[in-house]
């Protein structure tokens, strides 16, 4: 029991999910350890790490010119390299602190799909830079599918829409392959611009991005609702440059992200237009699966239900369903195989 308590220690296995919004990471026998957003504070005068995750994000728009806070991921994909590896190095030290025996980590790693190989190299460049021994790739609707629990090694088809902060990832599954798929660069960061550009146009207002996602949170739809919601928004006047604060309701923020929800549904409808006539009726029968943040958007599966005609269910946690997919297959070393992307730096 010892000895394998001490192969386990130096076989350690971690799954990230590195995502434009939040970056989740599951350890085994642990579980979720960290579930912080994807944003690091930096002093540029001393290169020093102020802060990363929450403690960064309450951060954003208040900080002196010589502290920074970035998101060093966009759409997804590593836009500031160094940023993304020391906020990486950070978390796996997070969560290796204080142990006697520390060994790095092998690294399961969702991205988007459609990811260059230039991109993926950078994934893996940066999991070896903060620490880790190695970097398994798997795609993120890949692993949102598995962490849904949807039976993707059979012969049937599993639908998955993954709309997180920076993509909306739709995939048609089937025998552990992904058979037809869409990535799109509107998602959660999305609505929030829309939210903020449409308090400028109809109230003459600008807003933080962080006000935006929280009138996206309370009051924002994709269908009309049963009752009515409003919520106070705050922000600055363009006119006289002096706060201010409106009321605004749920068909104001729904008008405000209409077209990114026409988009998701239109890109929906094209994936299901190129899917083999066999695994349509699977899915017809079997119902899209909505996974990520943007899952949590009011009314979002009745729009898609609406469009399609497909029943249309939201994942159990959909926030953690990638997560989860890495933790699964941390434990399955064939489905592993299966459904990791071949590395970039074995080439």
């Known amino acids: 029991m010892f000895i394998k308590k001490i192969k386990e220690q130096f076989n350690k296995r971690i799954g990230i999910d590195l995502g434009t919004a939040n970056t989740l990471v599951y350890e085994r026998e642990r579980g979720i350890v960290i579930n912080e957003p994807s944003v690091i504070a930096i002093n540029l005068r001393t290169e020093q790490i102020l802060a990363v995750g929450q403690e960064a994000k309450m951060m954003l728009g208040k900080t002196p010119p010589y502290i920074t806070v970035t998101k060093p991921l966009t759409n997804g994909i590593i836009s500031d390299f160094e940023v993304t590896e020391k906020m990486i190095k950070y978390f796996i030290n997070k969560i290796s602190n204080g142990r006697f025996i520390n060994p790095r980590p092998t690294v399961v790693i969702g991205v988007p799909l459609e990811i260059t190989e230039v991109e993926r ?42 709309i997180g902060g920076g ?22 960061d999305e609505f929030n611009k829309n939210i903020m550009q449409y308090a400028k146009e109809r109230f003459n207002l600008l807003i933080g991005e962080t006000h935006a996602e929280e009138l996206k949170i309370k009051i924002g739809s994709a269908k009309e609702l049963d009752e009515s919601l409003e919520c106070a928004i705050r922000g600055r006047d363009i006119m006289t440059g ?21 988009t998701i549904l239109d890109n929906i409808k094209s994936v299901l237009e190129v899917t083999p006539p066999e695994l349509i009726a699977d899915i017809h029968e079997r119902g899209i699966v909505l996974s990520g943040g943007g899952a949590l958007l009011k009314g979002l599966d009745r729009a898609i239900t609406q469009t399609t005609d497909i029943p249309v269910r939201i994942a159990d946690d959909p926030l ?23 590395s970039s730096l074995e080439k």
Do not use: F, H, Y
């Open 242 to 262: 002096l706060p201010r604060e409106n009321i605004i309701s749920d068909n104001d923020v729904r008008e405000a992200i209409q077209r990114s929800v026409w």
């Open 320 to 342: 953690t369903c990638v997560v989860r997919g890495t933790a699964i297959l941390i434990e399955n070393n064939d489905l592993l195989a299966n459904v990791a992307l071949p």
């Open 167 to 188: 993509t909306t990832e739709i995939a048609v599954i089937s025998l552990s392959g992904i058979v037809t798929s869409k990535s799109i660069k509107i998602a959660g």
């Open 121 to 162: 190299k950078a994934v893996e460049d940066a999991v070896l830079g903060a620490g880790g021994r190695r970097a398994i790739i798997v795609e993120e609707p890949m692993a949102a599918a598995i962490g849904a629990k949807l039976p993707v090694e059979e012969a049937v088809a599993s639908m998955i829409v993954d």
